[in-house]
């Protein structure tokens, strides 16, 4: 069932939890995900960021995480994370994404409020759901050129007032690309941010997060959580086991299948407990 994102977090909104978003890099994995969210009877968001667009035409990675959505049991959003370029967006759009997400976290408070309008008028029209950032959740990897900060409270109410996106994503300790589970979160932060926004809150670099802090972020009313690099470790992770323990094997689709496996445990375990279940 293909959801857009407003529609999805209300299910997490009336239930009390959060929904997960995965980055996926092409079609098993984004498989793996919705097998993942049918066995639990769950909602997911599928989202395609940066690497996987320039990995595989916005066009074929959005037509089969669109097919893979409509075909699915359970209610899937198509999410494009990350975007900075009202262009992509715009692509996006006509592809069929039921969600985007302009990234103006680098820009200056009224050029991403001038912006995020921009696209909330040419997605809102549509149905489409539009995401956006306040504040700027940094990167673990040294050679990317960004700009961490912390969000302020007051900002990100007059930013959700001023633009009317769906979702709010907010910078209150957690690191893109982090591989173990020691990020230091503000949650007296994000209790403030909560007490004055209303827009559902989106919390980006989860894998880094431990695992209680999850189930803190949900409770302290956030409703999406993304992850992505857990499910990259997994994959590449059993990869590489596959060719360790059978260095003569050149199937790529019995190589494949046993990442698909990882993945899609890896995915459900993060779906349970940001279901509190």
Known sequence: ??????????????????????????????????????ELDKPVILMANRDAIEHMPLDIIGGIMIN?????????CVHLDHATCIDTIKKAIDVGFTSVMFDGSQLPFDENVAMTKEVVAMAH??????????????????????TPQYTDPQQAKEFAELTKVDALAVAVGTVHRMVNQNACLQFERLKKIKELVSTPLVIHGATGVADEDLVRLVKCGVRKI?????????FGNTLRQQFDRNPEEFDRIKLFKKCMVAVKERAKEKIKLLSLT
């Open 226 to 234: 993304n992850l992505g690099t857990i499910l990259r470790l997994a």
């Open 1 to 38: 069932m293909l959801y857009n994102l407003k529609d999805i977090l209300q299910i997490g909104s009336e239930e009390g939890y959060a929904i997960a978003g995965f980055n996926v890099y092409g079609f098993e994995d984004a498989v793996a995900v919705v097998e993942a969210a049918e």
């Open 125 to 146: 029209p549509k149905k489409i759901s539009v995401e956006a950032e306040i504040g700027a959740v940094g990167y673990s990897d040294p050679t990317i050129d960004f």
């Open 68 to 76: 893979l959505a409509k075909k699915a049991k359970v209610p899937v």
